[in-house]
């Protein structure tokens, strides 16, 4: 989910799909920002009738799940979802292949012996919190028609890490997972035959909203820089990674040593290891000490740095006129990813600049965020193995023949 950088499932089986009308591509208008919402999600209908739930984009994480209503009666840890609780009608069975692989790539074993009509699994997060559910078949309501017998997860109950807090609003309804696998979204629908490539595309407003296309119709034909994708690992099953990259603020290094990168839609802020953070946090605030910027606390954000300034921050676009420094990943193939300060800081409701670049303690690992592909067309060809991201304006959708809009 959004704002935390997770472990997640990976599974290596594909269910067979009802044939679609095949198309190139697939746009799909996206609700929601960094803040305050904290999430990019599309609206998916979903079963029979269809009902739409928001669901959040992460290329972070390949398992597709909604919230759904559980036999033994509401969850009393789990947060309240903007629709009502999906009821599940198809289970996939503990026996199913299906159920084996899902358990194999946790690493865990299924016992069947109690409920052999259900196949649970258990996401742990990086935070904590732990998702359970079970998996499940339904029909998918898609711009070139319905895709039945999609496989995707029924969390029922999610459950709080060591910083418990009580259960909130949140403004989704699950994931729409998206990263590296066979039973993500695109990898079924490209075995069903709906699309004819597995390559997804998103582009994050700064302004709220953009736009994720699943296809390679609308991926431009000239002004992209690819590079390759870093293979896959047991650890990181599922993520897209560019390869290794050192961090700069403005012209400085910031350490030494190369950390691989991945991109997490699902991530709301850029994370970094610990000590690389507490350097970056450092220099940045070095930077400042002849600004007339002020540290403050804000109590519109979790973020721990805020700025005030000389007046209050209206639009990102008033950031750069006191916030000089680029960030910049140089990775090892000589592309660099840079980020403006409108894609590492956030304003509040109270006017301040907040710093949206976090430390991931335990993990050497630069986890590229939402806040950070902002204004950035991201494409991740997994048929050819590359990605790529080119300055694009978000708030603008592409034409495509099929595109469906999502009900904010």
Same mark, same amino acid.
């Given at each position: 989910?959004?704002?935390?950088?997770?472990?997640?499932?990976?599974?290596?089986?594909?269910?067979?799909?009802?044939?679609? *009308?095949?198309?190139?591509?697939?746009?799909? #208008?996206?609700?929601?920002?960094?803040?305050?919402?904290?999430?990019?999600?599309?609206?998916?209908?979903?079963?029979?009738? /269809?009902?739409?739930?928001?669901?959040?984009?992460?290329?972070?994480?390949?398992?597709?799940?909604?919230?759904?209503? @559980?036999?033994?009666?509401?969850?009393?840890?789990?947060?309240?979802?903007?629709?009502?609780?999906?009821?599940?009608? #198809?289970?996939?069975?503990?026996?199913?292949?299906?159920?084996?692989?899902?358990?194999?790539?946790?690493?865990?074993?299924?016992?069947?012996?109690?409920?052999?009509?259900?196949?649970?699994?258990?996401?742990?997060? @990086?935070?904590?919190?732990?998702?359970?559910?079970?998996?499940?078949?339904?029909?998918?309501?898609?711009?070139?028609?319905?895709?039945?017998? *999609?496989?995707?997860?029924?969390?029922?109950? !999610?459950?709080?890490?060591?910083?418990?807090?009580?259960?909130?609003?949140?403004?989704?309804?699950?994931?729409?997972?998206?990263?590296?696998?066979?039973?993500?979204?695109?990898? !079924?629908?490209?075995?069903?035959?709906?699309?004819?490539?597995?390559?997804?595309?998103?582009?994050?407003?700064?302004?709220?909203?953009?736009?994720?296309?699943?296809?390679?119709?609308?991926?431009?034909?000239?002004?992209?820089?690819?590079?390759?994708? @870093?293979?896959?690992?047991?650890?990181?099953?599922?993520?897209?990674?560019?390869?290794? /990259?050192?961090?700069?603020?403005?012209?400085?290094? *910031?350490?030494? #040593?190369?950390? #691989? /990168?991945?991109?997490?839609?699902?991530?709301?802020?850029?994370?970094?290891?610990?000590?690389?953070? @507490?350097?970056?946090?450092?220099?940045?605030? /070095?930077?400042?000490?002849?600004?007339?910027?002020?540290?403050?606390?804000?109590?519109?954000?979790?973020?721990?740095?805020?700025?005030?300034?000389?007046?209050?921050?209206?639009?990102?676009?008033?950031?750069?006129?006191?916030?000089?420094?680029?960030?910049?990943?140089?990775?090892?193939?000589?592309?660099?990813?840079?980020?403006?300060?409108?894609?590492?800081?956030?304003?509040?409701?109270?006017?301040?600049?907040?710093?949206?670049?976090?430390?991931?303690?335990?993990?050497?690992?630069?986890?590229?965020?939402?806040?950070?592909?902002?204004?950035?067309?991201?494409?991740?060809?997994?048929?050819?193995?590359?990605?790529?991201?080119?300055?694009?304006?978000?708030?603008?959708?592409?034409?495509?023949?099929?595109? *469906?809009?999502?009900?904010?």
């Amino acid at each position: 989910m959004a704002g935390s950088w997770k472990m997640v499932v990976s599974v290596l089986l594909l269910l067979p799909l009802l044939p679609l *009308i095949s198309s190139s591509s697939m746009v799909f #208008k996206l609700g929601g920002d960094v803040h305050p919402t904290g999430h990019f999600y599309v609206t998916m209908n979903i079963g029979e009738p /269809a009902k739409p739930y928001f669901l959040d984009i992460d290329t972070g994480s390949n398992l597709t799940w909604i919230k759904c209503h @559980a036999t033994p009666g509401p969850c009393k840890t789990c947060n309240k979802v903007p629709h009502p609780l999906y009821r599940p009608k #198809k289970l996939v069975p503990c026996a199913d292949p299906l159920c084996d692989a899902l358990h194999k790539d946790l690493g865990t074993t299924k016992d069947c012996r109690e409920e052999p009509d259900q196949c649970h699994y258990q996401i742990n997060y @990086a935070d904590g919190t732990t998702s359970l559910g079970v998996l499940l078949l339904d029909k998918f309501s898609l711009p070139t028609g319905s895709a039945r017998n *999609i496989a995707f997860g029924c969390g029922y109950d !999610q459950m709080q890490g060591p910083k418990k807090k009580a259960p909130e609003k949140v403004p989704v309804d699950g994931i729409l997972g998206l990263g590296r696998g066979s039973v993500d979204l695109v990898s !079924q629908l490209k075995h069903s035959g709906a699309v004819s490539k597995n390559v997804i595309g998103h582009c994050l407003s700064s302004k709220g909203g953009g736009y994720l296309f699943i296809g390679e119709e609308n991926v431009p034909s000239s002004h992209v820089t690819w590079v390759p994708m @870093a293979p896959t690992t047991p650890e990181e099953p599922n993520h897209y990674s560019p390869g290794q /990259a050192t961090l700069h603020l403005g012209r400085n290094p *910031i350490g030494t #040593k190369p950390f #691989k /990168a991945i991109f997490d839609s699902g991530s709301t802020y850029t994370y970094l290891p610990e000590n690389l953070h @507490a350097q970056l946090v450092s220099a940045l605030k /070095a930077s400042l000490i002849k600004s007339s910027l002020k540290l403050v606390s804000d109590t519109d954000t979790r973020l721990h740095l805020c700025w005030k300034g000389p007046k209050p921050f209206k639009t990102v676009h008033d950031l750069p006129k006191e916030f000089k420094s680029l960030v910049t990943l140089k990775f090892d193939h000589g592309v660099t990813m840079t980020i403006p300060p409108e894609n590492y800081l956030i304003i509040t409701g109270h006017g301040n600049a907040c710093f949206g670049i976090l430390e991931l303690p335990g993990y050497d690992l630069f986890v590229i965020g939402g806040i950070s592909m902002q204004e950035q067309l991201v494409i991740h060809d997994n048929e050819k193995g590359r990605l790529a991201w080119m300055p694009s304006p978000c708030d603008k959708m592409p034409m495509s023949k099929a595109a *469906i809009i999502s009900h904010i």
